[in-house]
Each structure stands twice: as structure tokens, then as C-alpha cells.
């Protein structure tokens, strides 16, 4: 009963450092989502990927970088922390896609990441 | 036009009453809804979906969906204080398979 699983679940950088935010699921599961939560406010899509080897830009990409080399895991990267990166990043993955009949998203418990 | 609203709250109810959420958005060719609740530190976690128009029932929760006036709701009968939480909406875009877009959530708190 894993279902989604984000590493590590706190982390402290300092300004300019790089960290990788892991996210992996074993639901077989085609699409995966990355968001970031700033407190007060919603969910704001970072990047997302319908499959291996494909992924795309959300609502809020610049500063990160992702990669889909397996159906499985979907990590985060974080090039040059800045203090705006503060945030809760939750990953999240679903079935299919989310149009007519759209199935749910299901999220980890996300990574509470602090840049000093 | 926000893509999809919601009442910020709190919104403060009652133990044991009816609590009403609602939503609004903008896509008219929005075709999937979903709530999701989410305890203050936790991540969301999926309470309703619904795609047609008309109410959906479980449990004690209820799904309320009016395509003609964009808007969805979520009625929670017999409030309880472990319902305290913050309750984000969800709808896709119409031709947009690949993701959701999420209200900011409304806050609401039982009053036990």
C-alpha cells in the first residue's frame, strides 16, 4: 500500500544549492504531477509527464528541471536554490489523464523544503 | 476571470449541521470535478469526483454538479470536528487530458 512516495520528507538548503526531490509510485501509473504549495494558497503545477520519456511544463516551471526514465519515478530537480523556492512540494500521479470521465490524482505527503 | 474559485472562508459550522463548500469556473468544456480535503500539514486527499450534472452521494458527503451555472459543491451533513480542514476544488480543462486545475481551497472549521 505505497502508492506515491516522496524523499526526503524535510530539507534545509542554502542559497545556490542543487538537491533533487524523489518521487517514485507503484501503481503503474502513466501520468505524474509535480506542484508546489506556498502557504495560504493552492497548488500550483511545476511540470508533469503522461509517460516515460515525456514530460512538459506547468504553471510554474522555471528553476526546476524533471526527468521520466521509467513509469515509476518522476524526480525533481532543483538547480541553484533560491529563497522563493521555499515552498511544500507535493508529487502526485493518476491512471489517465483527466478529461471526460478523468481520473483522480493521487499525492504523496509531500517534501517541506526551506531555502536559507 | 480566476479558472477556478472558491471562497477562501473560514467558513465556521456547527457541530452536527450541514456544511456547504462551493465553486465556480471558468472552462465551460470542463468535464471532470473532484474534491479534495486537506488537514492543515498533510497532503490532499481525494473525498468526491463527479462528472455528470445532479448530486452524488457517499457517505455523508454530497457532490453537487451544475454545469449550465459552472459551479460545483460539496455538502458534508452531520458535521463532525475531525471534517475540519481545508477543501480544494478541482476541474480539468476542456482538451486538456494531462492535468487539473485547483482552487485555492476554503478553510472550514466545526465548532464542536
Known amino acids: 500500500n505505497a502508492g506515491v512516495t516522496q524523499t526526503p520528507k524535510f530539507r534545509i538548503l542554502k542559497i545556490g544549492q542543487s538537491m533533487t526531490l524523489q518521487c517514485a509510485q507503484d501503481m503503474n501509473h502513466n501520468y505524474m504531477y509535480w506542484y508546489r504549495q506556498d502557504p495560504g494558497m493552492g497548488l500550483k503545477l511545476i511540470y508533469y509527464s503522461v509517460g516515460a520519456g515525456i514530460t512538459d511544463k506547468g504553471e510554474v516551471p522555471n528553476g526546476y528541471n524533471v526527468s521520466r526514465s521509467t513509469t515509476e519515478d518522476f524526480p525533481l530537480r532543483l538547480e541553484l536554490a533560491a529563497p522563493s523556492q521555499t515552498s511544500v512540494y507535493f508529487c502526485a500521479s493518476s491512471y489517465s489523464g483527466v478529461g471526460a470521465r478523468g481520473q483522480p490524482q493521487h499525492f504523496g505527503d509531500g517534501t517541506r523544503l526551506s531555502i536559507l | 476571470q480566476k479558472e477556478v474559485e472558491q471562497n477562501s472562508g473560514p467558513l465556521s459550522v456547527p457541530e452536527g449541521a450541514i456544511a456547504s463548500l462551493n465553486c465556480t469556473y471558468s472552462?465551460?468544456?470542463?468535464?471532470?470535478f473532484f474534491w479534495y480535503r486537506q488537514y492543515s500539514g498533510k497532503s490532499p486527499e481525494l473525498i468526491m469526483f463527479i462528472y455528470s450534472n445532479g448530486d452524488k452521494e457517499d457517505g455523508r458527503f454530497t457532490a453537487q454538479l451544475n454545469k449550465a451555472s459552472q459551479y460545483v459543491s460539496l455538502l458534508i451533513r452531520d458535521s463532525q470536528p475531525s471534517d475540519s480542514a481545508t477543501y480544494l476544488c478541482?476541474?480539468?480543462?476542456?482538451?486538456?487530458?494531462?492535468?487539473?486545475?485547483f482552487g485555492k481551497g476554503t478553510r472550514l472549521h466545526i465548532l464542536p
Open positions: 478541482a476541474v480539468n480543462s476542456k482538451n486538456r487530458d494531462d492535468k487539473i486545475i
Open positions: 472552462d465551460r468544456g470542463s468535464q471532470s
